[in-house]
């Protein structure tokens, strides 16, 4: 019950993500052009541009975690994979997916109370005074997507590489 509430979740969540990602790099990019144009050719930089530049970033990270996590294409080290069992690695993978749940819904947790505190406080940013807490939130409910995500890729059946390998005959 629990796995196809998160596959009916993940459906519309990863497309959106992409876009949200894809939206938010196009914008960076869009503003950093027109700073560096307007600071170097009219000497009138765009006031604040840092900032948002800043708030994107974090927003874009956190927005293709899930997205990373569901395709488990996290940076990994596997020169040892070749020489340990195909079952032991399934066992390492679920055991990898349990810890990395775990880890998320706790940074999920300290975010949240973090931005709590940030709405109770009222901070926001230095320059444009952007308030601060509703990234935070939404940093937050990522991790905690990314933390569900982890957890249903613990049942998950994936095909582990070294089978399609021994299939096509490839080194």
């Known amino acids: 019950m629990i796995k196809s509430a998160l596959t009916r979740l993940e459906g519309p969540l990863e497309p959106l993500l992409g876009v949200l990602a894809g939206v938010l790099l196009f914008c960076m990019m869009t503003l950093t052009f027109a700073d560096v144009v307007l600071r170097y050719l009219f000497n009138a930089p765009l006031r604040g541009s840092f900032e948002i530049t800043e708030l994107m970033l974090v927003v874009l990270i956190f927005a293709a975690l899930p997205l990373v996590s569901r395709r488990e294409e996290h940076v990994v080290m596997d020169f040892l994979d070749r020489y340990i069992p195909l079952a032991i690695c399934r ?3 679920a055991l990898e997916h349990v810890v990395s749940a775990a880890v998320m819904f706790g940074m999920g947790w300290l975010l949240w109370q973090k931005a709590g505190k ?12 952007i308030e601060l807490a509703p ?18 890729l613990v049942f998950s059946r994936r095909r582990d590489p070294r089978e399609e390998t021994r299939e096509t005959g490839a080194a």
């Open 91 to 93: 066992v390492l993978r």
């Open 118 to 129: 940030l709405a109770a406080y009222g901070d926001t940013s230095a320059v444009l005074r």
């Open 135 to 152: 990234y935070v939130y939404a940093i937050a409910l990522l991790i905690f997507v990314t933390a569900l995500i982890h957890l249903r």
